[in-house]
């Protein structure tokens, strides 16, 4: 199975975009961390190339993505503009990209472009950098939205936000054909843990009897369970 990592862009003393009092730089290390830990309960081998508000050099971040196959570099945008975006790399075929706005459109998120750039001057190297130093990594970057944008008060809500995040898990699931299941849902195979509520233990079992009565009466489900020692 494909290994994929999670880059959280900026950090540190580089805050990325910033207005209203948000700074780019928590809300993407909000994303890796999100995206990982669902990819990891999922059986999705990934992991993240920072875990704080760290600064990470150019040189070690393109270094450390370069070891895995995959990678997402998130990110929020600015400019004023309305809508998630998806850059993949000129050298790259954009399927990926395809199923997650996808992903994004039935979700009912707002949807801008996908798209590449090429260096000024030369028509063979990619323009951004997690593209063009990242080696054979194959690195899609995503913004999610504007922070100087129509859609910002929607993307001040941490569920919306985190819905975003999930149409990405989605995508990732489908292109690694890993069963995907919602972030709120159990399992429901036979091996499904099983937590019990215990009320109470008494001697007598009258006692027992009288504390079911009142559960019942309350609404709730109730049994008595002997131990024996």
């Known amino acids: 199975m494909t290994k994929w990592i999670q880059d959280a862009g900026h950090g540190g003393s580089d805050t990325g975009a910033f207005h209203d009092g948000i700074a780019e730089k928590n809300w993407t290390l909000e994303a890796a961390l999100y995206v990982n830990q669902r990819l990891n309960e999922l059986g999705v081998s990934s992991t993240v190339t920072r875990k704080s508000d760290q600064d990470l050099s150019r040189d070690k971040r393109t270094a450390t993505v370069s070891k895995y196959e995959k990678a997402i570099s998130h990110h929020f945008n600015a400019g004023g503009g309305s809508g998630a ?48 130093e990242t080696g054979s990594a194959r690195v899609t970057i995503v913004e999610y ?85």
């Open 85 to 132: 975006e998806l850059i993949h790399s000129i050298y790259a075929d954009g399927s990926f990209e395809k199923n997650l706005r996808q992903k994004f459109e039935e979700a009912g998120y707002p949807f801008r472009r996908i798209f590449t750039k090429t260096y000024p001057g030369n028509r063979e190297r990619d323009y951004y950098y997690m593209n063009r």
């Open 145 to 229: 939205g504007f922070l100087d944008g129509p859609n910002l008060h929607r993307l001040k809500d941490k569920n919306y936000r985190e819905g975003l995040y999930e149409c990405v898990v989605q995508a990732i699931c489908a292109e690694e054909g890993v069963p995907y299941r919602q972030a709120s849902q159990e399992p429901t195979d036979e091996g499904t843990t099983l937590y019990r509520v215990v009320t109470g233990s008494f001697h007598k079992r009258e006692n027992a009897e009288k504390r079911i009565e009142q559960l019942k009466k309350a609404g709730y489900e109730a049994f008595i369970d002997i131990l024996r020692k």
